[in-house]
């Protein structure tokens, strides 16, 4: 009976070193990180780069930088590997106040050239040193033996620089979401944020780029850049740039993703394919994408999320909400939770290390569970044999 017991211990044994040998552990370097240009002065320009990790192949993030005034410019980083337009990892500021700056990127999104999510709402941050800007004086070169020394001119103190306005009366509108102001400058208290395509009265045209407007009776302040005469501003990118091959065939979807205006992750979204659905491809441009008809409208979908071929039976899901190529906030369906999985959400810590401990308390509780077991019956036969 010993030898029973010592060679089932001897494979429980076994069986924990396998298990445990195919756990995954956290990869910590799949995530992104930011850096910033060093030795920058007021008035100069500094870059921000996104770091993304080697197998990153889409990236996108918000940037925030705080400067030490608490005034703040924020920006976006889109990174499409190949993408002409969308291939830059790094975005420039002015640094426009001496100190400590603090420069934040939130909302992370990175998956890799498969489509698989490698960081989903991430975020991380740096800060650099704005120096300022003292100018260099040039020494006094000395006087002269036989001629007195003048006193100094006293020179006026600095005066503001006159900002001028040029009276105008016409209608525009925003084309981005955007901050009213009460003066004309970034540092001036927020009125509030206009929505785009809101529709203002422009009173004046400032000489330093910002524009005079009335919005509701109130009288505010908006960079003239964020506002246009046309009501609905073209998005769609100038089709022209890119070639587009003419086809006619059917294609299936890969996976649940999205179907977009444009050929560009930045396009307002028309509906979404299906894994397996079936749909007719009209053109193939040459920087990775493929338009589709749907609904009777001409749409575009990326080119690597559908195939020719026809998905088995077996390989096509139930109906759900689609798996996009990029963040939703659409919360997930639930289903049926195994042992493991409440086991998982119970621990309560990050999802790769969550899995990670509770796949192996699992593993142990199982372990002893079986040891306790075989002791038992080791117990009640050696009491029998008495």
Do not use: H
């Not at 009335?214 to 302040?221: A, R, V």
């Not at 990326?302 to 020719?308: D, E």
């Amino acid at each position: 009976m010993e030898k029973i017991l010592y060679k089932s211990l001897l494979i429980v044994v076994i069986m924990i070193i396998g298990i445990f040998s195919s756990v995954p552990l956290v990869n910590a370097a799949s995530k992104a990180s930011i850096s910033c240009s060093s030795n920058v002065k007021v008035g100069g320009n500094f870059t921000v780069t996104i770091n993304l990790p080697a197998d990153a192949y889409d990236a996108n993030c918000d940037i925030t930088v705080k400067y030490s005034d608490g005034t703040t410019k924020s920006g976006k980083i889109t990174y499409v590997n190949g993408f002409q337009g969308y291939d830059s990892k790094s975005i420039t500021f002015n640094a426009t106040v001496a100190g400590n700056t603090t420069v934040t990127a939130t909302n992370i999104y990175l998956n890799d050239k498969n489509g698989k999510v490698i960081e989903d709402g991430g975020s991380t941050s740096t800060t650099l040193n704005i120096e300022a800007d003292t100018p260099t004086v040039p020494p006094t070169p000395p006087s002269e033996p036989d001629k007195p020394t003048q006193p100094p001119t006293p020179s006026e103190p600095n005066k503001p620089t006159e900002v001028k306005f040029t009276d105008v009366n016409e209608a525009v509108f925003t084309n981005d979401r955007v901050n009213l102001r009460k003066s004309y400058s970034t540092s001036s208290a927020k009125i509030t944020t206009l929505d785009k395509n809101t529709k203002l009265t422009r009173t004046g045209i400032s000489s330093n780029g910002w524009s005079r407007v009335n919005y509701n009776g109130q009288t505010g302040y908006i960079y003239s850049q964020y506002l246009t005469k046309d009501e609905t501003p073209n998005e769609k990118p100038d089709e022209k740039e890119v070639k587009i091959t003419e086809v006619n065939e059917t294609v299936y979807a890969k996976q649940n993703c999205n179907l977009r205006k444009s050929w560009t992750t930045q396009s307002d979204k028309t509906g979404y394919l299906k894994k397996g659905q079936e749909i007719t491809r009209t053109g193939i441009t040459d920087n990775g994408w493929s338009r589709v008809k749907y609904e009777g409208k001409d749409v575009f979908v990326l080119s690597t999320l559908i195939t020719k071929e026809k998905l088995e039976d077996d390989e096509q899901e139930p109906e759900e909400e689609p798996t996009i190529e990029e963040p939703t906030t659409e919360e997930p369906i639930e289903g049926e939770k195994t042992e493991l999985q409440i086991l998982q959400e119970e621990i309560g810590v990050l999802p790769e290390v969550g899995n990670n401990i509770a796949t192996m308390l699992y593993i142990a509780i199982t372990t002893i569970t079986l040891m306790a077991t075989f002791g038992g019956v080791y117990y009640i036969n050696k009491k029998d044999v008495k």
